[in-house]
């Protein structure tokens, strides 16, 4: 599976739209974008995954670049409750280590009054 | 409930002594899998079950740890003769297949501390 790689740690302002962007530059063709986050003493939540198209679900929308080498996860209105760390991670279904999620240091999002 | 439920939400017990979690998933879910947190750090993979094929065993750290799973049910992780280093947050997740695009959903684990 493609590494991703991530910034560290992001701020936003509470109501403003929250760009995080991921890089996976080596992802294959048949590699799924999936996007998950952690807030503190809870288990990892699903956000959001995509191929080629961009996507949009009530919580956020993914944008895919057309050369696939780099997504941008879109918080659009950022609350407090979305304080979180976010994981981008690429996977292969169809294969037997789709079951092995394995999560990288993420973005910490801070989200500010 | 809609979502993954595990049980207890928190286990303290003796060093030594043997520890069931158990874990409910989505209903229609036919795959379950169960991971390891440590403070601090990321996931760490230990079973997966898809339906009624053999699991994937390969992530379980020693013999100490087992899981089973009925049918496309509850499943239950245990560890025997627990030690201090088996102190973490113990995740489960499932989803509508193993192998396939769908996403993992996971409950709020089990946080289990060894004293």
């Known amino acids: 599976d493609a590494k991703t790689t991530q910034p560290p740690s992001m701020d936003c302002a509470e109501g403003r739209a929250a760009n995080l962007p991921c890089n996976h530059s080596?992802?294959?063709?048949?590699?799924?974008v999936y996007w998950y986050r952690q807030i503190h003493s809870q288990g990892p939540q699903y956000i959001i995954h995509?191929?080629?198209n961009n996507e949009t679900n009530e919580m956020a929308s993914l944008i895919i670049t057309e050369d696939r080498k780099s997504s941008t996860l879109i918080l659009p209105h950022a609350t407090l409750r979305d304080t979180a760390v976010y994981y981008c991670i690429v996977r292969r279904p169809l294969t037997d280590s789709w079951g092995k999620l394995q999560f990288g240091a993420g973005t910490q999002v801070v989200v500010t009054p | 409930g809609a979502g993954v439920s595990q049980s207890p939400s928190n286990k303290v017990t003796e060093k030594g002594k043997d520890v069931e979690l158990r874990c409910d998933p989505i209903s229609g879910h036919t795959a379950l899998y169960w991971y390891r947190q440590r403070l601090g750090q990321g996931l760490e993979f230990l079973i997966y079950f898809q339906g009624n094929s053999a699991p994937d065993k390969s992530g379980l750290p020693s013999d100490r740890f087992s899981a089973e799973r009925t049918g496309e049910s509850v499943s239950t992780l245990t560890i025997q003769r627990t030690q201090q280093e088996d102190s973490a947050v113990y995740l489960c997740a499932s989803s509508l297949r193993a192998i396939s695009n769908q996403p993992q959903h996971f409950g709020d684990g089990t946080r289990l501390s060894i004293l």
């Open positions: 080596t992802i294959s063709g048949n590699e799924y």
């Open positions: 995509g191929l080629k």
